[in-house]
């Protein structure tokens, strides 16, 4: 290691332990901070833990019912129903809309009486960046329902009204919570006209949920009662319609893990829309689910009994509120028979996109976390590596940074065969760069290049030397590289985790708001990136002087070398700061080996095996030999030296 590379290797480590320094909060600050973090951490106790969470949880209650209330608010006043265009459903479609709660320790569920639908789902464990309670989905624009003609009447059940029928034991204010053992449950109930009231209750379609205690896991079963005469014949099959708006839960959206629709075949892989623009997509055969997902969490409608087939669309509408985020949409059709006490059993999930937790429920629905399934080995080194690995060191309770440092010191311990191999050809290409230099005096000119490259390569023959032997360890560490790339992003572990002046692990960390916007670049300074970037040119640096005589012939690439440092100074700044922290973590301690192998290593002995080398015969190989006596064959003679 020269002393350049020692200057920008203490200069590194100087900034951050500076930095670091000049970061730590004073005594006030930290109070500030702790405070802030125990209101964070009241969010995510459940309903009764303090009087504070109440207040909250009764405060965001009051906002849904207020929002899915503001459509309806003049239902009562309005003429009477269209008979005509409703038939046997005319009475159902007016009502006063009221929301009940199914709840256990994980989760809130806020179910409509209008549609009989989940107009809301709270997340009780997490929160949004910015601290508030985390809402999948807007409540005023969720849309679910049955589509059906009856008696030749087109009935859509989003736009009637359902009566509850409580399972469970309701509490206060129209709220079920599971128990352990004792599931919150609900039956929601739409009553077609009669004129005999003794019939009046032995005929309707119910949507029957489910909510276990400790589960992300929603049980929903739409129920056929008495409706035989209801619902026209029309088919082996009805549609159920599914649309709503995706709200923002993270400070920004990461381009290769945006939301979207994905959705299983059955028995088959799993597929997904575009992450970057509007799609739509016709599934011709069945499907055992489909799921709106984003960045970290996701909402899964799955089918005991697969779906036969479906349209499905995302897109973005203009104009919308700050928290918007995507418009998912969805006609499915599912198998349907007409008799009494028909029964399509479903599940919905509502939860994180934690690859332990979708994992247990042997549905592939973890193929929704991006990490690398496109190339077999990206998604192998993260699954059974990277994954378990990174779980095992949380149990021990240490900050991420802590365990993004460990991990990557394993890592580098499995890879230093291959680097230490890396280090010996470049070795060996440093002690033939003299001979090299000769042979680039003895043909200077342009037109003599091939017998230049000619010479280079039969001295390297001779010299049992292979030019290439210090690319392969490298392209053996790229899956790693691209692996690690895929994982930081779209790990949910990272998730708000601070670590030095990073807040959030899974976001950008800044040190610097500038008051423009840089294209390409952005309106921030990431500090993690920076620093990445400047280990990466410093690391450049070393190699290229280290590959001396192979970026001599190939200047060009020498200067793209220079140049991808500086691109990924514009492509990290908007990234995970736990991917910069992890890169800028990997060039230090390449460092640290470059500087141990080299001082282990004796370029004299070196010198001196490939002298060894040249004295003896130089063997053909095989290949050579059948292009020689090919060439015989034709009547070609070898050039003999």
């Known amino acids: 290691m020269d002393r350049n590379a020692i200057l920008g290797l203490l200069l590194i480590l100087t900034i951050l332990i500076g930095y670091s320094i000049w970061m730590t909060p004073s005594q006030e600050e930290r109070e500030v901070m702790r405070m802030k973090q125990d209101s964070i951490e009241e969010l995510k106790r459940v309903a009764d833990s303090t009087q504070a969470v109440a207040r909250m949880a009764k405060a965001v209650e009051d906002s849904i019912r207020a929002l899915v209330r503001s459509e309806t608010a003049d239902s009562a006043k309005t003429s009477p129903p269209d008979r005509d265009k409703l038939g046997s459903f005319a009475n159902s479609s007016t009502g006063t809309e009221e929301i009940i709660y199914l709840e256990n320790n994980r989760m809130k569920v806020g179910i409509s009486s209008r549609g009989g639908k989940i107009v809301s789902v709270q997340l009780k464990e997490f929160v949004t960046w910015d601290s508030l309670p985390l809402i999948l989905f807007d409540p005023q624009k969720t849309e679910f329902g049955l589509i059906f003609f009856s008696r030749n009447r087109n009935i859509q059940t989003n736009n009637h009204f359902f009566q509850p029928v409580w399972n469970g034991s309701a509490g206060n204010e129209g709220t079920d919570t599971a128990a352990e053992g004792v599931p919150a449950s609900l039956s929601m109930r739409l009553y077609p006209d009669a004129s005999d009231t003794s019939l009046a209750r032995n005929r309707y379609l119910e949507y029957l949920y489910t909510l276990p205690h400790d589960s992300y896991m929603l049980d929903f079963r739409i129920h056929f009662v008495g409706l035989e005469e209801m619902i026209d014949p029309t ?23 945006g939301p979207t629709i994905y ?99 042997d549905l592939d629905l973890e193929r929704q976390i991006p990490i690398g399934w496109s190339f077999f080995l990206m998604a192998w080194i993260n699954r059974y590596i990277v994954i378990p690995v990174f779980n095992f060191l949380e149990g021990f309770g240490l900050n991420y940074g802590i365990i993004i440092l460990i991990l990557t010191i394993l890592l580098k311990i499995v890879l230093f065969p291959i680097a230490y191999k890396s280090y010996v050809s470049s070795a060996k290409m440093r002690v033939l760069k003299p001979e090299i230099d000769e042979i680039g005096q003895k043909f200077p000119k342009k037109e003599d290049a091939m017998k230049k490259q000619q010479a280079v390569m039969a001295l390297y023959k001779q010299a049992g030397v292979n030019p290439m032997a210090g690319c392969v360890p490298l392209l053996l560490q790229f899956p790693i590289l691209i692996a690690m790339f895929r994982f930081f992003p779209s790990s949910f572990e990272l998730r708000q985790q601070p670590f030095l002046w990073a807040h959030d692990l899974s976001s950008y960390d800044s040190i610097l708001e500038l008051p423009f916007n840089i294209p390409f670049y952005g309106d921030h300074v990431s500090l993690f990136t920076l620093l990445m970037t400047v280990s990466t040119i410093i690391y450049t640096k070393i190699n290229n002087d280290l590959m001396g005589s192979s970026s001599q012939q190939l200047p060009g690439m020498k200067t793209m070398m220079y140049l991808m440092p500086i691109m990924f100074l514009g492509w990290f700044n908007n990234y995970a700061a736990g991917l910069s922290y992890y890169y800028m973590l990997a060039n230090l301690i390449t460092f640290g080996q470059m500087f141990v192998i080299r001082r282990t290593i004796d370029e004299g002995k070196i010198r001196s095996k490939i002298e060894e080398n040249k004295k003896k015969p130089v063997r053909k190989s095989n290949w050579q030999k059948r292009l020689e006596d090919a060439a015989r064959k034709r009547g070609y003679k070898p050039v003999r030296k």
């Open 235 to 257: 088919g082996n099959y009805l549609d159920l319609f599914w649309k709503t708006d995706l709200l923002m839960q993270e400070r920004t959206v990461d381009r290769m893990n």
């Open 263 to 361: 959705y299983k075949y059955y028995q088959d892989e799993v597929d997904y829309l575009s992450e970057a623009k509007d799609d739509e997509e016709s599934l011709k055969t069945k499907i055992q689910w489909i799921s709106y997902k984003q960045r970290f969490f996701t909402s899964t409608l799955i089918a005991e009994e697969p779906f036969l087939n479906a349209e499905i669309k995302s897109y973005t509408l203009e104009n919308q509120g700050p928290r918007y985020l995507k418009t998912m949409e969805s006609v499915i059709a599912f198998p349907f028979e007409n008799s009494d006490g028909f029964s399509v059993p479903c599940n919905f999930y509502f939860g994180p996109n934690k690859f332990r937790i979708l994992k247990k429920f």
